[in-house]
């Protein structure tokens, strides 16, 4: 296990790296270090950027800011690309480094400062603090006579001479020989000029870096930067506005922000790159009007304006919420933003606030559903009814003739729901089988609110069984009454609807249940985030108490395998369970650092994301555990998608980054399978099978298959098999 002080120190450097990172929003180690390595092809700018991004970092761990943040490289950028301008502009020297921390020190002050006032706002404070950080040391060393400005760069020749000799001085002249189109050189320039260094091999290191991150990422800023100079063409405009310190890099770092980072890249995040563009160059060049007075460079100015306007505008919006969709949970990288938010919609309701589940224990039949055959009309449409058949299809025994022969009758109605009772209908006499009260429509009735706007409403209950009162809190599942024949009944059933006002009579949502089984043929299917149809026979999931100690993974506990790989050698691996500052959970590996987070409901335990190590026993667990209903039903079949992104990258997935924004060609699939169970005095042992597959189209092009057993509240067995990959895995005691 990793000490304290090296965890601390190695989250530390990692803040250091990703600070290089993060100007492309990224948390990307190998774009890092090209990135560091750019920043030194001038080294005394490299290395004063270095010492003001350490200068920050140390003085935000000392004041004792989120060191979370500080990992992320979050307070780092900005001091970097400070440090990276003053080293360019002004000589070295004792009196230049003192200037050097203090400015430093200054910007991060300024990035707390603005982080605060954007976060109010709920935007980002981009490279704002480098801005003001910037132009106001360039303005307060003018009065500073120990320094003298650098004249580095006039006699460009002799640096790279004195840098790298006469292997670095041929190299040069062969790219600058090769007769680059001016606008590609300018471009190529333009990356590297963001890091302050404006020669073309460092833009074309920039843009290795930047494929190697992101495909869309690089798509974008070619979209971006060509947007710029074909406005630039089209309305006459001096391109060495484009040229002049290459401010180009403004198109090209909003393009990034606005294409595919704060926005889910897609065909509308593309056009919108292409629309903001002449309002960048208006801002650019009236900016540069105005700050020639002054004798500044407008750097990125309309990068941070277009973007922090752009997503205040979207703010405001009150339909269109998906052209384009904002980014909800940062993955840092736009195609796993895609490929996440795209997974997740195709898994989840995102309109679904507060899980609703069925209120009801056993299985129960839907005899009436949304736009139903009597009632459920209209404004009233979206409700269920629900009755218990036997395997006859009927739904009483005897003739029927009494409301105590249909099954349903007095059973107990459960809370769908945690939520509080707001509202009550009670003291009406069940009818007799045929008959119906007009006057009371809903009979005895509970209302429930689980969130705002969100209310249950659960009707036609038994007269004197309910067990709650008005002002209630109650959990779900917790029984709320009994199902009786109350109200516009002509026979024993329940009547459940959402609705988003917490009156009698109110009008009904759509709004899903988050999970139940459907059983038919003789198998069940679960169902996420759907609406019951009529004639399905469905219920809720039953806990099997071994399976749920199973996979009921807290935070604090260690979990441990022994894995058995092909060759028969055995290895420990143990995983630590641990929740993020949002409470997020996560089983974290301590070999390899990896993270799974997943989520365990009660009913379902499912994985949502993982990162790190795709050769690491976790990867494969995250794989083969994807979804897992925590009860035993036999022949039940659980299907999942996964994200693009959570398999190894080949090539073609690299065609399927560069197009994604438009065109999803691949697909994935998880599938279980419940085989197997032995229960007995002493022990229970379940079986299931789950397999991994990814398509091209319907071609399938990847396939990986596990085993699982669990006995007794724990993992007894986990075996892999795929190409390249055989292992099994035991839990064993921490």
């Given at each position: 296990m990793?000490h304290k002080t090296e965890k601390a120190?190695l989250?530390?450097?990692?803040g250091?790296l ?7 929003f990224s948390k ?8 560091v390595a750019?920043t ?6 490299g ?5 003001a991004?350490?200068t920050?970092n140390?003085?935000?761990t000392l004041i004792?800011?989120?060191?979370q943040?500080?990992?992320e490289?979050l307070y780092g ?6 440090g ?7 000589q ?6 003192v200037v050097?921390v203090f400015a ?13 006032f954007f976060?109010?706002?709920?935007l ?5 603090p480098?801005l ?5 040391v ?10 003298s ?8 020749i002799n640096?790279?001479?004195?840098y ?6 041929k190299?040069y002249y062969?790219?600058?020989d090769l007769g ?11 990356l ?6 404006y020669?073309?091999l460092a ?8 494929i190697?991150?992101s495909?869309i990422?690089f798509?974008?800023t ?8 074909f406005?630039y ?6 391109l ?12 090209i770092?909003g393009?990034?922000?606005i294409?595919g980072f704060?926005i ?6 593309l ?15 009236a900016?540069?009007?105005?700050f020639?007075?002054?004798d500044?460079?407008?750097f990125?100015i309309?990068f941070n304006?277009?973007v ?5 505008v979207l703010?405001f919006?009150?339909?269109?919420f998906?052209?384009?969709e904002l980014v909800?949970v940062q993955?840092?990288?736009?195609e796993?933003?895609?490929?996440s ?5 195709s898994?989840f309701?995102v309109?679904a606030?507060?899980n609703?589940?069925?209120p009801?224990?056993?299985e129960?039949?839907v ?6 055959e009597?009632?459920?009309?209209d404004?009233w449409?979206?409700a269920w009814d629900?009755e218990?058949m036997?395997?006859?299809g009927?739904?009483y025994?005897g003739?029927?003739?009494e409301?105590?022969d249909?099954?349903c009758y ?6 769908p ?7 009550i209908q009670?003291?009406?006499?069940d009818?007799p ?6 006057a ?7 209302i429930?609110?689980?969130?705002e ?19 209630a809190y109650?959990r779900q ?7 009786g024949n109350s109200?516009?009944s002509?026979?024993?059933h329940?009547?459940m609807?959402?609705?988003s006002?917490?009156f009698?009579g109110?009008?009904t ?6 999970s139940y ?10 169902k996420t985030?759907?609406?019951p149809e009529?004639g399905q ?6 806990k099997?108490?071994?399976l749920?100690?199973?996979?009921s ?8 395998f ?12 143990d995983w630590d369970v ?5 409470k997020?959970t996560y089983?974290e ?6 993270k799974?987070y ?6 379902l335990?499912?994985?949502m994301?993982f990162?790190?190590?795709k ?5 494969y667990?995250?794989?083969g ?9 036999n022949?039940?079949?659980v299907?999942?998608?996964?994200p693009?992104h959570a398999f ?7 065609v399927?980054d560069f197009?994604?924004?438009v065109y999803?060609f691949?697909n994935?699939?998880?599938q279980l399978?419940?085989l197997?169970?032995?229960?007995n005095f ?6 299931m099978s789950s397999?991994?597959q990814l398509?091209?189209?319907?071609r399938?092009?990847?396939k990986?298959s ?6 007794n509240?724990r993992?007894?067995n986990?075996g892999?098999?795929?190409?390249g990959?055989?292992?099994s ?6």
């Amino acid at each position: 296990m990793i000490h304290k002080t090296e965890k601390a120190i190695l989250l530390f450097l990692e803040g250091i790296l990703f600070s290089y990172s993060q100007v492309f929003f990224s948390k990307q180690k190998t774009l890092a270090l090209i990135l560091v390595a750019v920043t030194f092809f001038d080294w005394i700018s490299g290395l004063s950027g270095l010492m003001a991004l350490v200068t920050a970092n140390l003085a935000a761990t000392l004041i004792g800011l989120n060191r979370q943040s500080v990992s992320e490289g979050l307070y780092g950028f900005n001091p970097l690309l400070v440090g990276l301008g003053m080293g360019l502009f002004y000589q070295p020297g004792i009196e230049f480094f003192v200037v050097l921390v203090f400015a430093s020190l200054f910007t991060l002050f300024l990035t707390i400062w603005l982080l605060g006032f954007f976060g109010k706002y709920g935007l980002p404070y981009l490279g704002w603090p480098f801005l003001l950080g910037i132009w106001l040391v360039t303005l307060a060393t003018r009065e500073f006579s120990a320094l003298s400005m650098s004249d580095r760069g006039i006699f460009l020749i002799n640096e790279i001479y004195k840098y790298g000799g006469m292997p670095m001085v041929k190299l040069y002249y062969w790219v600058n020989d090769l007769g680059i189109p001016n606008s590609i050189a300018t471009y190529f320039r333009s990356l590297a000029a963001i890091f302050f260094q404006y020669n073309l091999l460092a833009g074309v290191v920039v843009a290795i870096g930047l494929i190697i991150y992101s495909r869309i990422a690089f798509l974008l800023t070619i979209i971006g930067f060509f947007s710029a100079w074909f406005f630039y063409l089209l309305i006459g405009a001096d391109l060495t506005d484009l040229s002049y310190s290459y401010i180009g890099f403004n198109y090209i770092l909003g393009a990034i922000a606005i294409g595919g980072f704060f926005i889910v890249p897609s065909k509308w995040s593309l056009l919108w790159v292409i629309l903001l563009t002449p309002l960048a160059a208006i801002i650019l060049s009236a900016a540069g009007r105005f700050f020639i007075l002054l004798d500044l460079s407008v750097f990125s100015i309309a990068f941070n304006i277009i973007v922090v306007m752009f997503l205040y505008v979207l703010k405001f919006r009150h339909r269109n919420f998906y052209k384009p969709e904002l980014v909800v949970v940062q993955r840092y990288s736009p195609e796993r933003n895609l490929y996440s938010q795209h997974n997740y919609k195709s898994r989840f309701d995102v309109s679904a606030i507060v899980n609703i589940n069925l209120p009801f224990l056993d299985e129960w039949t839907v005899t009436q559903g949304h736009n139903g055959e009597h009632t459920h009309k209209d404004d009233w449409r979206h409700a269920w009814d629900f009755e218990v058949m036997d395997e006859d299809g009927k739904t009483y025994s005897g003739y029927g003739g009494e409301v105590r022969d249909f099954y349903c009758y007095n059973k107990p109605v459960l809370a769908p729901a945690d939520g509080f009772v707001q509202e009550i209908q009670e003291g009406i006499a069940d009818n007799p089988v045929g008959e119906m009260n007009l006057a009371n429509n809903w009979g005895n009735t509970v209302i429930i609110k689980h969130a705002e706007g969100i209310y249950s409403k659960l009707s036609h209950l038994k007269q004197g069984s309910i067990k709650t009162f008005k002002g209630a809190y109650v959990r779900q599942g917790e029984v709320i009454g009994y199902c009786g024949n109350s109200g516009r009944s002509p026979a024993p059933h329940l009547h459940m609807q959402l609705q988003s006002t917490p009156f009698i009579g109110s009008k009904t949502i759509d709004y899903p249940i988050a999970s139940y089984l459907v059983h038919e043929y003789g198998k069940y299917k679960l169902k996420t985030y759907a609406r019951p149809e009529i004639g399905q026979t469905i219920a809720n999931i039953t806990k099997n108490e071994g399976l749920f100690k199973a996979f009921s993974f807290t935070p604090g506990e260690v979990i441990s395998f022994e894995v058995t790989g092909k060759n028969g050698q055995v290895q420990r691996t143990d995983w630590d369970v641990n929740s993020d500052m949002y409470k997020y959970t996560y089983l974290e590996c301590r070999k390899t650092r990896s993270k799974a987070y997943f989520h365990n409901d009660g009913n379902l335990f499912y994985f949502m994301h993982f990162e790190g190590d795709k050769n690491s026993f976790l990867y494969y667990f995250y794989l083969g555990a994807y979804k897992v209903v925590m009860g035993f039903y036999n022949k039940l079949e659980v299907t999942d998608s996964y994200p693009l992104h959570a398999f190894k990258p080949g090539l073609l997935m690299v065609v399927q980054d560069f197009v994604a924004p438009v065109y999803l060609f691949m697909n994935s699939r998880f599938q279980l399978k419940y085989l197997k169970i032995e229960d007995n005095f002493i022990s229970t042992s379940i079986k299931m099978s789950s397999s991994t597959q990814l398509f091209s189209g319907r071609r399938l092009i990847k396939k990986m298959s596990f085993d699982m057993v669990i006995s007794n509240g724990r993992i007894e067995n986990f075996g892999v098999k795929g190409p390249g990959i055989e292992l099994s895995a035991k839990e064993v005691a921490s």
